[in-house]
Nanobody, 111 residues
């Protein structure tokens, strides 16, 4: 199974980014997916999860700002991040099927 994140980078506070996570080697349509993040000196935390049926679970800190979506035809899950804050700065990881991790991608929010 291969999991590859893309779309990270540097953005100013209040800006937006969209992360993508492409998975291969797994029956994507039935897999639960999740975005996690780890800031320097902190533990990895769940940002949002989405089940195969489309149910979502957002961390309180990102509710109303982040949106997860999935395209089963493209084996890809997305994380649209709006109104970004400095405290959103972290390495973002995609988790597929509850066990497979991507390599992580840096998101930096700074002026």
């Amino acid at each position: 199974v291969q999991v590859v994140e893309s779309g990270g980078g540097l953005v100013q506070p209040g800006g937006s980014l969209r992360l993508s996570c492409a998975a291969s080697g797994i029956l994507f349509s039935i897999a639960n997916m999740g975005w996690y993040r780890q800031a320097p000196g902190k533990e990895r935390e769940l940002v949002v999860g989405i089940t195969r049926s489309g149910s979502t679970n957002y961390a309180d800190s990102v509710k109303g700002r982040f949106t997860i979506s999935r395209d089963n035809a493209k084996n890809t899950v997305y994380l649209q991040m709006n109104s970004l804050k400095v405290e959103d700065t972290a390495i973002y990881y995609c988790k597929v099927g509850g066990i497979y991790w991507g390599q992580g991608i840096q998101v930096t929010v700074s002026s």
